[in-house]
């Protein structure tokens, strides 16, 4: 999937989510707590007002991916 990608001559600084929606995220994203740096979209020329410039691809990885399936050849 391709998702669209905020510009980046105008993205603005955006609130953080809440302690509690970070704590149930980050484990899933791969991130322990800490500080996150999040951003809205805000509209310039570049981008034609929108906020947004380009795609960016999204990729889910489900269990079993990067395990080697072995077939006996007997």
Same mark, same amino acid.
């Given at each position: 999937?391709?998702?669209?990608?905020l510009?980046?001559?105008?993205?603005?600084?955006?609130?953080?989510?809440?302690?509690?929606? !970070?704590?149930? +995220?980050?484990?899933? +994203?791969?991130q322990?707590?800490?500080?996150?740096?999040?951003?809205? *979209?805000?509209g310039? *020329?570049?981008?034609?007002?929108t906020g947004?410039?380009?795609? !960016?691809? !999204?990729? &889910?990885v489900g269990?079993?991916?990067?395990?080697? +399936? &072995?077939?006996?050849?007997?």
């Open positions: 999937r391709l998702a669209p990608r510009c980046r001559e105008c993205k603005a600084p955006a609130e953080a989510p809440p302690r509690a929606e !970070v704590a149930r +995220l980050a484990p899933r +994203l791969g322990e707590g800490g500080a996150w740096r999040c951003f809205a *979209p805000r310039c *020329p570049a981008c034609g007002g947004r410039r380009g795609r !960016v691809p !999204v990729a &889910q269990p079993g991916v990067g395990e080697t +399936l &072995q077939l006996d050849g007997d």
